[in-house]
């Protein structure tokens, strides 16, 4: 009997960050009707940015079942379980490789319904990324304008491009902006790669710590993603919190972690150069400035922002500034809508998946734009980043998944992870400052 008749769905997520799981966690609550009995189980890829238990519990959703794999490993469990919907909340390349190899080892008729997608605004990378994840039953768009730009992608190289279906952000809400609050609260949201210069990082938080100084009667949060030695979606070579360190901070600054949501509570004015918190907070009605002071470029990704009316500087912002959003611009994006269609924004989603677990004779296969065939060049070299053949076969040699690891494998494994941190965060940004000598 179908899942949908039975109001029972097993669902697997599949994320190699913490922000990723968050997206890809919170999707697959919004895809599933809100009467059905829901099992869900996550799958934390092994690898440079898998989320500590810190980061886990600072995302706050919750699992049946949370574990650490390799690509192998997980798609082993792909063979072993019973999954109606399966959300692959990875980068491009891992995406594509998971597709290649759930197609060797599910091949078709009963296998999930595969769902990918973006955890914010895509701004860099547009065909790439989207050609990565092409093969997937669904690929979500955050906005009607993402769906739009994501077909025309699809259709410019003669994919198919049906998979496309728009959604919204799933972790927007939370309660509105009533006004301001006592005392006003401004906050900046940090981003881990954005911009990546020490010397614009620098600027940015003294510009920040010069505001809290103008305006002693406000509250100036500087909200951190992680701290040093964690790693999110994007690498930190440079923590605005160490660059903090070496500076007299004025009583009304902090540096804070935990849920954007929760920040966003209390927030008055969020500050940022081009992070999914602005949309966050668009969507709250709450006050959004996405910074001008370093241009308005594609490397900084707040080109996106262009036509929404929050672009600002902090010399604006000093002088008391409030950007006021356009409206049809949010619209595009899909916050700040009104009339309850944010609650409708995953209906089609939902029917979609419906109709294909409902679909007589199971699915056909998954039918990725890139093969052997079509980037002989490209394809082999991301599907052996994650041990799989040209086929999405395990290559010879991997290690077996079909065991746990002991305690001795698991200390060696954290050991190993926590060096390849050590090295990418701190020992990498020297030799790369000595190579500019």
Not at 140 to 153: P, T
Not at 163 to 178: D, M, N, Q, R
Request: glycine content about 10%; overall charge positive.
């Amino acid at each position: 009997m179908p899942a949908s008749a039975t109001k029972s769905l097993r669902v697997a997520v599949l994320a190699d960050s913490d922000t990723r799981w968050k997206w890809g966690a919170l999707t697959a609550r919004r895809l599933t009707p809100a009467d059905a009995a829901v099992r869900l189980d996550g799958y934390l890829l092994r690898g440079r940015a898998t989320p500590t238990a810190r980061q886990l519990q600072e995302v706050g959703v919750r699992a049946d079942s949370l574990r650490e794999v390799t690509g192998v490993e997980f798609l082993r469990a792909m063979t072993e379980g019973s999954y109606d919907v399966l959300v692959l909340a990875l980068v491009g390349g891992g995406v594509q490789a998971m597709l290649h190899g759930l197609g060797n080892v599910l091949g078709c008729g009963r296998r999930p319904v595969v769902v990918t997608g973006y955890v914010g605004v895509v701004y860099e990378k547009l065909a790439d990324g989207l050609l990565l994840r092409h093969g997937a039953d669904l690929v979500l768009a955050n906005s009607r304008h993402d769906a739009d730009r994501f077909r025309a992608v699809y259709e410019g190289v003669g994919a198919d491009a049906s998979s496309v279906t728009e959604v919204a952000l799933p972790f927007l809400g939370g309660k509105p902006y009533e006004g301001e609050h006592d005392p006003c609260t401004v906050v900046f949201a940090a981003q881990p790669s954005v911009p990546d210069s020490r010397r614009d990082r620098a600027y940015l938080l003294s510009r920040l710590i010069e505001h809290a100084r103008r305006h002693p009667e406000r509250e100036v949060l500087l909200k951190l993603r992680s701290k040093p030695g964690e790693h999110t979606t994007h690498i930190e070579e440079l923590p605005y919190q160490k660059l903090a360190q070496r500076t007299d901070l004025p009583t009304n600054f902090r540096l804070v972690y935990g849920h954007m949501g929760e920040v966003l509570d209390r927030t008055d004015l969020l500050v940022t150069v081009s992070s999914t918190a602005a949309l966050e907070a668009l969507h709250r009605r709450i006050p959004t400035a996405v910074l001008t002071d370093l241009g308005v470029r594609e490397a900084l990704g707040n080109h996106h922002f262009t036509g929404s009316g929050c672009l600002a500087s902090w010399d604006q912002l000093d002088a008391g500034h409030r950007p006021v959003p356009n409206e049809e611009w949010v619209a595009r994006q899909g916050v700040a809508a009104g009339g309850g269609s944010y609650e409708r924004a995953f209906d089609t989603a939902r029917e979609r998946i419906a109709e294909l677990l409902e679909r007589p004779g199971g699915l056909p296969p998954l039918t990725p734009y890139y093969t052997p065939e079509t980037a002989p060049g490209y394809l082999p070299g991301i599907l052996a980043r994650h041990h799989l053949g040209p086929d999405g076969a395990p290559l010879p040699g991997t290690p077996a998944a079909d065991r746990t690891p002991g305690p001795v494998r698991r200390i060696v494994r954290r050991a190993a992870r926590g060096a390849y941190r050590h090295g990418v965060q701190r020992v990498a940004p020297v030799i790369r400052r000595v190579g500019e000598l």
